[in-house]
């Protein structure tokens, strides 16, 4: 079982722990030698690392190995950062990747039924037997458990699909009751549906990558696919109620540019956008004030997914 993880290093004991290595990179210090600058993470958080000197080691690690790393946590330019003394590859036996990713800080069981339960609280029909046909599928449930949304931007945790998608089936219901006009079925259909080809567009066992289908096909494409074929699987499936669930999946990103083959055609798509970039930018916003809770000033760093500085909330009354 893991021991010490990098929220818990302090500058005053040694480092004795194991981490993924998230990047590594040979470089040559001012003075000739080469050293190893590394990205070291588990499940809270991440830490720049130096080897020094690292030509005279025998190394057998690659990114995306764990390691057992021993050193001294020391800050440089205002940041922590992790001097090795001693760093080889864990064996495959005592490795537990859930130590290794950010994770969800809610539950996924519990994630799991809460949707579940909304789902069969729908009415009888077809879009409720869709919804149910992939999201108990015994070969897409523990996927659903446990991919993230995203590599980085948004969500990019294990668990974080499961908690991006029960997100937005809560303000689909939000948003149905304040217009009664739209489809509430649609919407959640929509909701639940729109990112079902990231189960196999993302990689998540030894890093948070993109599959070689997810980089050829794409979720978008990846998930028409999936709900067409229970669609198919399902007797008589209503042909307009599929183009229109079709239509919400192929035009969930909005704009063209944006990847979306379609836009936005009728209400119920036009929810699913918004609601599911709304959700997605409010995310990648705590992630980004967590990550620079410590730096100083007014503003976090530059967000890459908003392409912008962010306020820090606890700036008030103009100070």
Same mark, same amino acid.
């Given at each position: ?13 040694? #480092?004795?722990?194991?981490?993924l290595v998230q990047t590594k990179e040979r470089k040559i210090a001012s003075n000739g030698s080469a ?40 800050? @440089? ?22 130590d290794y990713f950010p994770r969800s800080a809610r539950d996924p069981e519990e994630m799991y039924a ?19 046909? #992939? ?43 304040? @217009?009664?006009?739209?489809d509430r079925d649609l919407v959640l259909a929509g909701l639940v549906l729109h990112d079902a080809g ?11 990558? @993109? ?109």
């Amino acid at each position: 079982m893991k021991q010490g993880f990098i929220a818990e290093l302090s500058p005053d004991r040694p #480092v004795r722990s194991t981490f993924l290595v998230q990047t590594k990179e040979r470089k040559i210090a001012s003075n000739g030698s080469a050293y190893l600058d590394l990205d070291l993470v588990d499940s809270t958080g991440s830490i720049k690392a130096k080897l020094w000197d690292c030509d005279r080691w025998k190394l057998d690690f690659e990114a995306d190995d764990v390691v057992r790393v021993e050193g001294q946590l020391e800050e @440089y330019r205002g940041a922590a950062q992790l001097k090795i003394r001693k760093i080889e590859k864990c064996p495959p036996q005592e490795i537990d990747l859930r130590d290794y990713f950010p994770r969800s800080a809610r539950d996924p069981e519990e994630m799991y039924a809460r949707l579940l339960e909304r789902m069969r609280r729908m009415p009888e029909g077809p879009v409720r037997q869709l919804l149910l046909a #992939v999201t108990e599928d015994p070969a897409i449930a523990p996927k659903l458990k446990l991919a993230p949304a995203a590599t980085a931007f948004h969500h990019a945790y294990l668990g974080g699909l499961l908690e991006h998608v029960l997100s937005l089936v809560e303000l689909g219901d939000q948003v149905c009751d304040h @217009y009664p006009a739209l489809d509430r079925d649609l919407v959640l259909a929509g909701l639940v549906l729109h990112d079902a080809g990231k189960l196999e567009e993302l990689s998540y066992e030894r890093g948070f990558r @993109y599959s070689t289908r997810g980089q050829l096909i794409g979720h978008i494409s990846i998930g028409l696919e999936l709900v067409q074929s229970k669609m198919r699987a399902l007797a008589d499936f209503p042909a307009p109620l599929k183009n229109r669930i079709e239509h919400i999946i192929l035009s969930h990103h909005g704009k063209l540019e944006f990847g979306s083959p379609k836009e936005p055609m009728f209400p119920e798509a036009l929810v699913v956008h918004y609601l599911d970039d709304l959700d997605s930018k409010l995310e990648a916003m705590r992630s980004q004030y967590a990550s620079d809770k410590d730096r100083e000033g007014d503003f976090t760093s530059r967000n890459r997914a908003l392409g912008r500085e962010l306020l820090k909330p606890e700036i008030e009354n103009g100070k």
